[in-house]
């Protein structure tokens, strides 16, 4: 069952690595799409493990879900689902490389 959703928004400090990103960049490029795809289908995702969820995330937004979308092979975005005046909309948390995404859930 495919859930879809109108709305993708990124948290204040995403919004504004993306938006100083060049429009042409691979990577730019590659979150824009990425963020399209979880406007169609916001479980596109891989569903983590409460037990794995960085104290920081739990901390700063007080999350009860959390989601990885692997951008490419290297990069990754993190983000978690919220009710919102679209229903359920995506809220992107951070945006990591590959090897920041195993420090960040303690993997490496």
Known sequence: MLAYS???RA???VAGFISS?????YLRQIVDKGLDMLK????????IEKKKFPKLYVQKYG?????????????RLIYTLVADECGIAVAALEILS???????????
Do not use: I, P, Q
Not at 40 to 47: P, Q, S, T, V, W
Not at 63 to 75: G, I, P, S, V
């Open 6 to 8: 109108s709305c993708a």
């Open 11 to 13: 948290v204040r400090n």
């Open 21 to 25: 990103l060049e429009k042409r960049s």
């Open 40 to 47: 169609e289908n916001m479980f596109a995702g891989h569903l």
């Open 98 to 108: 590959h090897k920041d995404y195993e420090k960040r859930f303690g993997y490496k």
């Open 63 to 75: 999350l009860n879900n959390l989601y990885k979308y692997n951008l490419d092979r290297t990069n």
